[in-house]
């Protein structure tokens, strides 16, 4: 029997209650933290109680969830605001999606709490337009706790007031870097400025703001239940408590997994996971999204935690997963990232807008086997300059991907610049396909599942595929019984 | 004098101001106004976004901008049914981009475009977290999950009488 790995803390409602139902998550101990907070504690027991948790931002960077919370009650102001940042844009990340599905009053509660410990009555949910199950049980969620007094004025009978109010993205990446999302709730372009001044000191509307992601919030609530000398034992020295990973790619078992920091790569991904599909061998986990890097075989069994995976070139992102086998191409996953960013990039400032294309350009030119090996020396230089000189976290993290290829699969990119080949077969301007004449009985199964007719022959004859009308869809050899079509 | 040099139909107009005015006018709602309109419209073209720069006593430019900087806005009408491919990391690593090509190719348009017949249009989206689903493809609001490009001709065929 396998050991159980997973603790469920910031998913702990998640697929048990009724998340449209208040008083499911009431009868689970909900809103008992913000009543312990408001009727118990003082805004700085509160602080400290998440400072001694360990609680670590989870959208990505990893800022202590506490002293975060701490400079922004330092910080007077007539109005002071709580946001969760909700837009989640890491392709490949669903975790965000089902917390605030499945659970909406985790976050309301926090985000509540979080209004008690810095001064702030009003709270603002950025949330993407693509999740409209999130919106519609956000809002319920909204309404149930405004009816029975848990949002709104005075709550629990003390002085404090909060409520909450959503605010939608429209789709940009970048608006999930917290000064861009700052400026997209204002009504206008989502582009990042210079830190400092930090969102905690001059934030939405140029009043102290805290912004938290979606799985932060999610912690909080039972840690102020639980205390935070349960939370803090959870974990590394350094990076306490569980983390939820969305778990996609070439794996056998895929969705959401949350464990305790700590846990090695190869725990998620061949005992929860189940190992690789069909058999296949294990290539390369893709951890961050585009901000990220490509891990391999060798980083298999490092602990995960912020600063490991930081280590190992890599990030932790907001916890995608991303499993891939022997046939992903690591140039093709590298243009394929930047390719992302090149899009998603808000202009703003040049190196993130016009080297992340000359970036992208060179992997192109690559995957096509044009590429030299000055080129290779020409992409290494060039996203240090990326990394050094971008205004904000996209930028600073874009050549990520490039980096941690080139570093773990170099042996591929010099495959496609010296032998004009890609060892995985996924880059199509290397390989053509090609029938074996004395394989081939003729049975005429490819030409018919051909979607362009650039296979002929005659009935029991070897066929032929005509290479210039041939656009590489790889379904004749899927389709041919005999092994009789291969790659060069 | 008015600002605005496009004739918007005095219907569409009055329908644009009552959204504008259901934010109080107020400029910090755009983005949330441009949804509303786009939701009505489905699309936003330069003359809507001339009467909500005015509506809301801004700069058409500062509108476009906005417009022009989230991909969740169009200039563009859509097609009746709108196809969107998600290629988000995991729909790529198995094999998304292969779907696209095909529908490309029975479609015979690019991203972004719309077929002659106004019936169908290509777009390409970044994670709609179905990832275990992968690859996904959306038609209007129907999610088709584990796509193959041998699929991509059935998936057509449900919307040929429509």
Known sequence: MTKYKQIRIALNNCGVIDPENIEDYIARDGYMALGKCITEMTPQDVIKEIKDSGLRGRGGGGFPAGLKWEIASKNHADQKYVVCNADEGDPGAFMDRSVLEGDPHAVLEAMAICGYSIGATKGLIYIRAEYPLAIKRLKIAIDQAREVGLLGKNIFGSKFDFDIELRYG?????????????????????????????????????????????????SVPIIIRKGASWFNKIGTEKSKGTKVFALAGKVNNVGLVEVPMGTTLREVIFEIGGGIQNGKKFKAVQTGGPSGGCLTEKHLDTPIDFDNLVAAGSMMGSGGMIVMDEDNCMVSVAKFYLDFTVEESCGKCSPCRIGNKRLFELLERITKGQGTMDDLQRLRNMSNVIKDTSLCGLGQTSPNPVLSTLDNFYDEYLAHVKDHKCPAGECKDLMKYFIIAENCVGCTACARVCPVGAITGEKKEAHLINSETCIKCGACMERCKFDAIIIK | MSRIKVKVKEKDLNTIKEICKSFNNEQGELINVLHKTQEHFGYLPAEIQEVVAQE??????????????????????KGKFPISICTGTACYVRGAENVLAEFKRQLNIEVGETT????????????????????VVLVGEKTYGRVSPEGVKDILAEYNDK
């Open chain 1, 170 to 218: 429209a789709g940009a990446f970048v608006c999930g870097e917290e000064t861009s999302l700052i400026h997209s709730m204002e009504g206008l372009r989502g582009e990042p400025t210079i830190k400092p001044p930090f969102p905690a000191e001059k934030g939405y509307l140029g009043k102290p703001t805290n912004v938290n992601n979606v799985e932060t919030y999610a």
């Open chain 2, 116 to 135: 002659e017949d106004g019936k169908f249009s290509l777009s390409c989206l970044r994670c709609v977290g179905a990832c275990g689903l992968a690859p």
């Open chain 2, 56 to 77: 809301l006593e801004m700069s058409v430019a500062k509108v476009y901008g906005v417009v022009t900087f989230y991909s969740f806005f169009t200039m563009k009408p």
